[in-house]
């Protein structure tokens, strides 16, 4: 090849070496399909990153970063990333750091005209099998699930997880043994605050007391199942295999806050039902119940989905307390966190399915690590009843879930243009009004950060 010839086809669209990050912005919208932070990412050569904060989460966790990124070659993904991982934490505080390393990787492919499961190594596979969730919501018995779980199947969709648990049997009298008193807090609420004279405060010590009782964990609820209560139980997951069959794969989750021993009570009689995993039947923090648990049943135990980092991973797998890994790209740290959290499980023999309740830029950051890691069974699909989820974004083949599975392209980054305005205008959430608004006022945020002396 001429050396002119060679030159014509460099990448000539950016200079990575003097690619910088001038701003970071937000838009934030209900329905897609909960609530999703959208993150742009804009560089000094025109070049934008797309990214995305955990379902359910707040753009502050993101936008706290802004006065530690501006100026930054936002290639060098994994030198950022350890430099502002401190700032991410479990659950919905992983997002902050994982939606905007998300979009360092969008520009860097970007930048360099690559895909970005080319950069983590390649391909495992052409196309990401979807697991499609399926909430109990208006489903009160398990004819009605298996029938919308037969829906799922006449999409094309190949594998399935639904929702079961305690919380079915709230208003089921005898299902339940709970410290009297306590299944009513639950199904109705926290009884409202005495004396308060102002509304507004009354009404966040309303939220607050309900994030007390929803975050009690499992062992210090005291509520258990009662003999009726399993029977229950097992007939509602009886009625949706006689809708679907044997084959197609079930994944069962939300059980609901109940103790260990419950668990594997319900587990051994559920076995039958040759499930794929029963998800978070404990708080993923007790790995000693893990072990029990997986101990005691055939039952694929999974976790996953509110870890932050590797090293929360690796407990519970080298003691061998799950059979499935169950991390969320935008909580566990983003996508090179979660090839590496799948690298780590596979040594131990144990599968990674990928937990995605967000707009197609998370389910693309997912698709590209499922890609490219070798034990990956499904990614979560939890958008099959939203007409308008890939109109989300623009520059990607439409449909972008075909056959119940989604495959990323060959463009750069996570393989779309941009978001669609037009279509995030019509679902904007009620306290964030503005896309794209500017953040100058987190410009000068900076602490001194270092974490040892
Ligand atoms: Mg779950």
Not at 69 to 92: A, M
Not at 133 to 151: F, I, N, V
Not at 212 to 222: E, K, R
Request: hydrophobic letters at 40%; one cysteine or more; aromatic letters at 8%.
């Amino acid at each position: 090849m001429k050396a002119e010839e060679a030159l014509n086809r460099v990448n000539t669209c950016s200079a990575p070496s003097q690619l910088r990050i001038t701003d970071i912005r937000f838009t934030d919208i209900v329905g897609a399909p909960f609530h999703s932070t959208l993150v742009k990412v804009f560089t000094n050569q025109d070049l934008v990153g797309l990214g995305e904060v955990r379902d359910l989460s707040s753009r502050t966790y993101a936008a706290m970063l802004k006065g530690r990124l501006l100026g930054e070659d936002p290639c060098h993904v994994d030198r950022i990333f350890r430099r502002i991982k401190q700032f991410g934490g479990h659950g919905r505080q992983g997002g902050g750091v994982s939606g905007i390393e998300v979009a360092l990787w969008d520009l860097a492919g970007k930048a360099y005209g690559v895909p970005i499961y080319q950069m983590l190594g390649g391909r495992f596979r052409d196309r990401v099998r979807l697991y499609c969730d399926t909430d109990a919501a208006r489903r009160p018995d398990g004819r009605s699930m298996g029938q919308a779980l037969r829906e799922r199947l006449a999409q094309g969709y190949t594998f399935l997880k639904m929702d079961t648990g305690a919380w079915q049997l709230l208003g089921r009298p005898g299902m339940l043994s709970a410290p009297l008193g306590l299944l009513e807090q639950f199904r109705q609420g926290p009884p409202a605050p005495q004396g308060s004279v102002d509304e507004k405060w009354a009404a966040f010590e309303r939220r607050n007391r309900r994030y007390d009782l929803q975050n009690v964990p499992h062992p210090f609820t005291g509520m258990h199942f009662t003999e009726a209560g399993l029977d229950w139980l097992d007939a509602y997951v009886a009625e949706v295999r006689a809708e679907i069959g044997d084959e197609v794969p079930l994944a069962v989750d939300h059980l609901g806050h109940v103790a260990v021993e419950d668990a594997i009570r319900l587990a051994r009689r559920l076995e039958k039902y040759h499930l794929a995993w029963l998800e978070d039947p404990v708080p993923w923090q007790y790995t000693d119940q893990y072990v029990r648990l997986q101990q005691s049943t055939a039952v694929p135990i999974c976790t996953g989905e509110d870890m932050y980092l590797k090293e929360s991973f690796r407990p519970l797998l080298e003691r061998g307390g799950v059979s499935v890994i169950h991390p969320d790209v935008l909580t566990a740290g983003g996508i090179l966190e979660t090839k590496k959290i799948g690298d780590l499980a596979q040594e131990h023999g144990v599968a990674m399915a990928i937990h995605m309740a967000e707009s197609p830029v998370a389910c693309l950051a997912a698709a590209h690590v499922a890609t490219a890691t070798e034990n990956v069974l499904a990614l979560e699909f939890h958008a099959a009843g939203v007409s308008w989820w890939d109109d989300i974004v623009v520059g990607h083949d439409k449909p972008l879930v075909r056959d119940g599975h989604v495959a990323v392209s060959d463009r750069p980054g996570l393989g779309i243009d941009d978001f669609s305005d037009e279509v995030l205008r019509e679902h904007l959430h009620p306290a964030h009004k503005e896309l794209w608004a500017p953040t100058e006022q987190w410009d000068s945020e900076w602490a001194h950060d270092r974490t040892w002396s």
